[in-house]
């Protein structure tokens, strides 16, 4: 089990206590007989359950998008539907704001999803007979507002996601794209306090998967909402996480800021993942600076923020024949990056 600490400075806005889900005709009792030493295979052929999620824990901080990485069977997908309680997890906790979900009558959980959670899914779940507008509209419509309020609403985010001109067009009329981009409006029309995503962009071509998170990461730049974002793609998790969270068998492999995964991978299998990583694109200046040597004299010299990335860098290091100093946002210096440092880093 891999818990996240949360931050002392900030309120958690997510967190996830010790979930589990097993699948079959007793869970509770496998839950209580299984040992740290079985895997889920074995529990398979002993029991005839199906442990999909194994003791997992987590905190998400408010305005922080957190990825749950994993190959297909992993367990992931049915992470995040435990966490809106599409699936009902066999033990945990799940908190939003400190409130339990789990412990939510159903006509307080459809107020939840109907105000604080939204959810977008891979196969875009739109209705085909309703026009982009009305699908956009429908959490609205669901939540009781007014026809002129909620068509006001969806006008706006479809603006936002850029299909401004579309709105009387029904799905099926748009690529596969736009109508991931009809999913993420309907989920932001209803201005939710947490985003769910189920491997939204895995079923697009690489090109629009490309254009799709950039746009998801304009749209988390101007509205900071809480995200799970759950993907296969290892690229892509580290475009978009704040943390991400690696999963295999049902269980948190490792947790930790991109950077941390690629410098420091836990064991074989998420290095696996992070030989082919971007590294220049991942790593700041901060993580593989060098102390200033005896007697330097920054006074001139070229200089790089603390959270730059290596990439931004190197055309500084490439141009000087000196260090390239390191400073804080306040223009500390604390430290240097010279040619060797960066080759370093950047070679797996």
């Known amino acids: 089990m891999t818990v996240v600490p949360a931050t002392e400075q900030r309120p958690t806005k997510i967190a996830c206590r010790d979930v589990w889900k097993v699948f079959g005709r007793q ?22 359950h199906v442990v999909a999620v194994r003791g997992v824990s987590f905190e998400v901080q408010p305005g ?15 992470l995040i539907r435990c966490m809106c309680r599409l699936t009902d997890p066999t033990r945990g906790e799940i908190l939003v704001d400190g409130q339990d979900v789990l412990k939510l009558a159903e006509p307080a959980l459809r107020e939840v999803r109907r105000r604080k959670i939204s959810m977008v899914f891979q196969n875009f779940g739109l209705f085909p007979h309703r026009r982009v507008i009305e699908n956009v509209a429908y ?20 603006e936002l996601v850029g299909l401004a001109g579309w709105e009387q067009h029904f799905p099926k009329q748009l690529s596969g794209g736009m109508q991931q981009r009809v999913g993420l409006a309907r989920a932001l029309a209803v201005d939710p ?3 769910l995503f189920d ?36 690229a892509e998790a580290l475009k978009l996480g704040d943390h991400i969270a690696i999963m295999r068998n049902g269980q948190f492999v490792q947790v930790g800021t991109p950077e941390e995964l690629v410098l420091n991978p836990a064991n074989d299998y ?8 971007p590294r220049a694109k991942v ?25 730059a ?15 390239v100093c390191v400073r804080d946002e306040a223009g500390a210096l604390l430290g240097v990056l010279d040619r060797l440092s960066v080759m370093k880093a950047l070679i797996v």
């Open 199 to 234: 491997e939204p962009f895995s079923a697009l071509d690489p090109l629009i998967r490309r254009e799709m998170q950039d746009e998801l990461l304009r749209l988390q730049a101007d509205m900071h909402k809480t995200s799970v974002f759950i993907t296969h793609d290892f």
């Open 64 to 78: 922080e998008t957190f990825v749950v990485m994993g190959l297909s069977g992993s367990g992931k997908s049915t």
């Open 309 to 323: 990335k290596l990439e931004d860098c190197l055309p500084m290091i490439a141009a000087h024949d000196g260090p």
């Open 193 to 195: 306090e947490v985003i």
């Open 139 to 158: 959490g609205l419509e669901v939540r009781g507002a007014p026809r002129a309020e909620r068509l006001a609403r969806a006008q706006q985010m479809i």
């Open 270 to 277: 998420v290095a696996a993942f992070t030989k082919d990583a």
């Open 27 to 48: 869970p509770e009792r496998v839950v209580e007989r299984i040992t740290p030493d079985q895997t889920s295979a074995q529990v398979l052929e002993q029991t005839g």
């Open 283 to 307: 790593v700041s200046a901060a993580a593989v600076m060098l102390p200033c040597p005896p007697g330097f004299d920054p006074a001139g010299q070229p200089a790089a923020r603390a959270d």
